[in-house]
C-alpha cells in the first residue's frame, strides 16, 4: 500500500486512541501467568500484539478475544506446556525478550524464533543475565532463534545482582519475570531511567517488586500466585505522538486526545513539543491500575528548534521518527545526541530515518549517536517505510504541509502498531489517499 496524507485545514476534534501496545503485551502475557480468568479493556489488536496472543495459544494457554475485550484463562506460572514447533514472535522484539523471561520463570522447553528483521536485534542483553540466573538458553550467535531448555519447578532459578549496560525496559521485564522463580531477591539496577509498566502491572497482581533507589528495582520470588487482572487499557502515548506531531505542524490546529497514559516514562515526546513551542495542556488526570491517565490538548503554535539528550531520549525513543518530522517543520536546526539505541530497532533508525527524510528534501546530519535536522526543508516525494511502522508513519506525517505530496510505499506495516492510524487523522480533519 502506497499513502499518502495531507492537512488543507487546521486539525480540530476530539479522539480516543486504541489502548497502550506496551501495555497490552504485558496483559496478555501476564495474565497467561496468573492463576484464573483476566479481563483486559480495549486491548490492542494489532499485528504484534497477535504475534504474543498466538504464542500464549501454543503455550496452552485459553483466550477469548470480542472487539477490543480480551479475556484470558490463566494456568499460574508453571502452566504453559511445550509448543510442537517454535514460536513465532514476527517482528516484535517486545514479544521475543519477554517471552523469554516468562519461559525461563516457567522452565518451559521452547524455541522463539521471528522474522528477517527479528533476528538480527541483538539477544544477548538477555542471554548473558539469564545465564547468570542459570537459565537454560542458547542463541544463533547472539541473535533468534533463541532455545530454552526444559527445568523441574522446584528447581529454582539463582538471584543475581545485574546491572544492565543500557536502560532497556524489554531487556529489565525479561529479568523481572525470570526473577519470579528464583531462590532469592534479585536487584536489577539501571544507567537511567526506563518504562516502569512491568513493575506496575506485576506489582498490582501480588508480585513483591520495588523500587530501592532511582534505577534499581528489587523483585522477591513469588510466594503465591498472581492475582488475574481486571482493567481498562489507557490509550497509547506513542500512537497519541503521531497525531500530537500532525497538529503541531498544522498552523490553527487544536486537538484533544482522551484516555492516554501519561506515565512519566514515557511522556518524553510531551516535553520535547512544549519546549519547541507548542501550547500542551494534561487535564482530567487519574491513576488506573497503577498507571496514570490524562487528557491532552494541543494547540499549534511556531516550532522552534531544541536539542535532545540524555534522560530524555529514553524517555521519548519511539517517538524520535515522528519527532524528526516535527524538527523538519520548525524554525532552526535541532539537535540528537546520545541515541545510539535508535539503530537497534525495527530498522536503524538513525540511518533510515536520515535517508528517507533526505528523498523529500530535508536536510539532514547523521551522526553515530543521533541527527541534526534543518527546518523548513520538506518538499515532498517518494519514500519507504522498510518495514518499521513507525518510520511509516511518522514520513506520512512530513506530507501534511508539503509544497509537493509525500508518498510513503509499503505503509501497510503501520498495522502492526497502529491499525487506525489513517482513519484517527482523517477524523481530525486531514486528507488520504491509499492505492
Not at 543500557?166 to 534479585?186: E, G, M, N
Not at 523538519?328 to 530498522?347: F, I, N, P
Request: one cysteine or more; charged letters at 15%.
Amino acid at each position: 500500500m502506497n499513502l499518502s496524507i495531507t492537512a488543507l485545514k487546521p486539525l480540530s476534534g476530539s479522539i480516543v486512541l486504541p489502548g497502550d501496545k506496551s501495555l497490552s503485551h504485558r496483559a496478555a502475557l501476564f495474565a497467561a501467568l496468573a492463576e484464573g480468568t483476566s479481563t483486559v479493556n480495549r486491548f490492542l489488536v494489532s499485528g504484534v500484539t497477535r504475534a504474543m496472543l498466538n504464542s500464549i495459544t501454543a503455550l496452552g494457554i485459553e483466550w477469548r478475544l470480542e472487539g477490543d475485550s480480551l479475556t484470558v484463562v490463566g494456568k499460574g506460572l508453571h502452566g504453559f506446556t511445550a509448543p510442537a514447533a517454535p514460536l513465532d514472535c514476527g517482528n516484535s522484539a517486545t514479544t521475543i525478550r519477554m517471552l523469554a523471561g516468562a519461559l525461563a520463570a516457567s522452565g518451559t522447553a521452547c524455541v522463539l524464533d521471528g522474522s528477517a528483521g527479528l533476528r538480527s536485534r541483538p539477544m544477548n542483553r538477555i542471554i548473558d543475565p539469564l545465564r547468570q540466573m542459570n537459565v537454560p538458553i542458547t542463541s544463533d550467535s547472539g541473535c533468534a532463534p533463541l532455545t530454552l531448555t526444559s527445568r523441574t519447578p522446584d528447581n529454582k532459578l539463582a538471584a543475581i545482582q545485574y546491572t544492565l549496560p543500557i536502560a532497556s525496559a524489554q531487556v529489565k521485564s525479561c529479568l523481572i519475570l525470570a526473577a519470579l522463580s528464583a531462590d532469592a531477591a534479585t536487584i536489577l539496577q539501571e544507567p537511567g531511567p526506563s518504562r516502569d509498566h512491568t513493575e506496575r502491572m506485576l506489582a498490582a497482581m501480588g508480585a513483591a517488586i520495588t523500587v530501592e533507589e532511582p534505577y534499581t528495582v528489587k523483585i522477591e520470588p513469588l510466594a503465591q500466585p498472581l492475582a488475574p487482572l481486571a482493567i481498562t487499557l489507557p490509550g497509547d502515548i506513542s500512537s497519541a505522538a503521531f497525531m500530537l506531531v500532525a497538529a503541531a505542524i498544522v498552523p490553527g490546529s487544536r486537538i484533544t486526545i482522551r484516555d492516554v497514559g501519561v506515565n512519566p516514562t514515557r511522556t518524553g515526546i510531551l516535553d520535547a513539543l512544549r519546549e519547541m513551542g507548542a501550547v500542551i495542556t494534561i487535564t482530567n488526570q487519574r491513576v488506573s491500575c497503577g498507571e496514570q491517565v490524562a487528557d491532552i490538548t494541543l494547540t499549534a503554535a511556531p516550532l522552534k528548534a531544541i536539542n535532545v539528550s540524555g534522560e530524555s531520549v529514553v524517555r521519548m525513543i519511539d517517538e524520535f521518527p515522528a519527532f524528526a518530522v516535527a524538527a523538519a517543520y520548525a524554525e532552526g536546526t535541532t539537535m540528537v545526541r546520545e541515541a545510539e539505541e535508535l539503530r537497534h530497532k525495527e530498522s536503524d533508525r538513525i540511518t533510515t530515518l536520515c535517508n528517507e527524510l533526505k528523498k523529500l528534501g530535508v536536510v539532514l546530519e547523521e551522526f553515530p549517536d543521533g541527527f541534526a535536522v534543518t527546518g523548513g526543508t520538506v518538499q515532498g516525494g517518494s519514500c519507504a517505510a522498510h518495514g518499521d511502522h513507525r518510520l511509516a508513519m511518522s514520513l506520512a506525517l512530513a506530507g501534511l504541509q508539503s509544497p509537493a505530496p509525500v508518498v510513503v510505499q509499503d505503509a501497510e506495516i503501520l498495522n502492526e502498531s497502529f491499525p487506525a492510524f489513517t482513519a484517527n487523522l482523517v477524523r481530525l480533519g486531514c486528507e488520504a489517499g491509499e492505492a
